[in-house]
């Protein structure tokens, strides 16, 4: 079997199964949790959340709206209330802060189907498949948003797998399991990551978001690298990994600055010596990493 298939076995050996997985379990029970926040209303009365992801009401106070939506319906030419304003800038500070693409990784139904199809993927050792560039998604956000302007409706949100997903979900439409197998086969058989990474413009929207988040990934501990790439086999993303992990020769610093990293945690789970750590964009400087600077000593010694 590729050992590529089987990333983080050092650092379950060395930390245990829990810890070497902490951050994948606690963004499962984020999802699970949210899921069950919008299901406890219609399944059992408990009216916490009404809404969906698009929309939503928490205790009857607090709106959030989804930006993304918000803007296809600000082009549609739809007259917009003050709580759905509110509730999407509520949503851009929300993921300003803790990283754009969070919303893939710790809120998304969809990423429960495509992480299964990627780890079986590693697991059959399957070829990459069809190469799809990561600009397709940028593209296909913009055309959205042009549908929405000539059409003058949120057409994208008919046909957009995670409004499928959840709705069928918290409604009870029976489609989410069709949506659901069709993205995993796709990404299993067709293109790995096709979706989230490539295709998806959710992610491109919330991407856009993650460019000034504050929360990072840092590669604080680089130094430590023992080149195993484990990292990279897990990341969904891994062009962000380089400049933090790489970067130090040429004064970058260790900083995932990266629109597109999903701050999902899996490079610090399954990286043995502790590279990676949740820090800030602020947390910089090219050594950081807690070991001092040798470089004014030598070259006064020059």
Not at 44 to 55: D, Q, Y
Not at 61 to 78: K, M, N, R, V
Not at 192 to 212: E, S
Not at 265 to 290: E, H, L, M, Y
Request: glycine share 10%.
């Amino acid at each position: 079997m590729n050992t590529a298939s089987r990333p983080g076995r050092e650092s379950v050996a060395q930390r245990g199964w829990l810890a070497a997985h902490k951050w994948l379990i606690l963004r499962r029970l984020s999802q699970t949790l949210i899921l069950g926040l919008f299901l406890a209303g219609p399944l059992a009365g408990i009216w916490i959340v009404k809404g969906n992801l698009a929309s939503s009401l928490i205790l009857g106070e607090l709106p959030l709206t989804d930006p993304y939506i918000l803007l296809q319906s600000l082009l549609a030419g739809h007259t917009l209330a003050g709580t759905a304003i509110a509730g999407a800038l509520i949503v851009l500070v929300f993921y300003g802060w803790l990283g754009g693409r969070a919303y893939c990784s710790w809120v998304c139904p969809l990423n429960v189907v495509t992480d299964a199809a990627n780890w079986l993927r590693r697991r059959l050792d399957l070829r990459e498949g069809l190469r799809i560039t990561r600009k397709a998604r940028y593209w296909v956000l913009a055309m959205t948003l042009v549908v929405a302007f000539a059409t003058g409706s949120i057409a994208w949100e008919l046909v957009n797998p995670v409004t499928i997903v959840f709705r069928s979900l918290v409604f009870g439409l029976g489609f989410a399991w069709v949506v659901a197998l069709a993205v995993f086969l796709f990404d299993l058989l067709v293109s790995a990551r096709g979706w989230c990474t490539h295709l998806c413009p959710v992610g491109a929207f919330y991407g856009l978001i993650g460019a000034v988040a504050v929360v990072r990934v840092g590669a604080t501990g680089r130094d430590d690298c023992t080149d195993c790439l484990d990292c990279y086999v897990v990341c969904p993303e891994p062009q962000v990994i380089t400049p933090a992990l790489r970067g130090a020769d040429d004064g970058i610093g260790p900083v995932v600055l990266g629109a597109d990293c999903t701050n999902c945690g899996r490079c610090i789970d399954v990286c043995a010596p502790d590279v990676f750590t949740f820090t800030t964009r602020f947390n910089n400087t090219p050594n950081n990493s807690g070991k001092p600077d040798e470089a004014p000593a030598m070259r006064e010694a020059a």
